[in-house]
């Protein structure tokens, strides 16, 4: 998930001139990095230490999982602007795929294994459950951000690519409702108010910039 401008910009070198070399094998290893969550889940799932509950376990870990590269995209254009790093911007895409790819294998989890592929149950529940509603609203909502991530279709779409991704932040706050409601059942809102703060403040840091860029405009 990338800007036209990211594309634009030529491939060895930064805006600054400084070599770029370091990007293919860091995006190597963070791709490998990234695949943490799923190798845990295998392993564990190999040596029976999934718990009691593999199947809570397993859609509870890629739920959190999903949230975390959500908030790690979200963080990516705010660490290049504090940073000067404009290298960091080609990780975006990589991990906003990542926040997908856990979202599709939580959402698996629970479509196989909780409601073995029963539209009418699903949909049951999405009536019903509020934090089900808005974890799928939020999960249908990354399938065109998914689809639209290649270079092809950001040059196709150019500026409405850019006004499509800004279904981020709704994804994000989504997600958080989703997180929260779940867990306020539960009476355990420690984590929804450490991802809500976070959430909250790379949404902040977006709207002080917006805000910044159209009140700072020199007047005709
Ligand atoms: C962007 C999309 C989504 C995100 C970020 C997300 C995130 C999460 C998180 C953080 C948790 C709690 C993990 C924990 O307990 O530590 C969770 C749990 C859960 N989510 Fe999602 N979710 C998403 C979409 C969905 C969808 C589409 C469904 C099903 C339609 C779903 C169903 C569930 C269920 C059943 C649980 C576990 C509830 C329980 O253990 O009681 N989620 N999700």
């Not at 490998?32 to 509950?53: E, F, H, K, W």
């Not at 660490?79 to 979202?103: D, Q």
């Not at 149950?121 to 999960?139: H, N, Q």
């Not at 809500?196 to 805000?211: P, S």
Request: hydrophobic share 55%.
């Amino acid at each position: 998930m990338q800007t036209v401008s990211d594309i634009k910009r030529p491939a060895s070198r930064s805006s600054s001139g400084a070599s770029m070399g370091w990007v293919a094998p860091a995006k190597v290893i963070v791709f490998i990095a990234a695949l943490y969550p799923l190798a845990r889940i295998v392993l564990l799932g190999v040596t029976n230490g999934l718990g009691a509950n593999p199947i809570e376990f397993i859609t509870r870990s890629t739920g959190l999982w999903t949230l975390v590269y959500l908030c790690i995209t979200l963080a990516i254009t705010p660490a290049r602007r504090l940073t000067g790093v404009n290298a960091l911007l080609r990780f975006r895409r990589m991990l906003g795929l990542y926040a997908f790819f856990f979202a599709a294998l939580h959402f698996t989890t629970y479509l196989w294994f909780d409601k073995w592929f029963s539209v009418t149950e699903i949909l049951k529940d999405i009536g019903k459950r509020p934090f089900i509603t808005v974890g799928f609203a939020a999960f249908l909502l990354l399938i065109p951000l998914a689809v639209t991530s290649p270079k092809a279709m950001v040059k196709k779409l150019g500026r409405r690519w850019q006004t499509l991704h800004k279904a981020i932040y709704l994804i994000a706050t989504l997600a958080i409702l989703h997180f929260w409601w779940m867990k306020a059942g539960k009476h355990d809102l420690i984590l929804p108010k450490i991802y809500g703060a976070i959430v909250v403040v790379l949404l902040g840091w977006r709207l002080l910039v917006w805000l910044k860029g159209r009140y700072a405009r020199p007047r005709a």
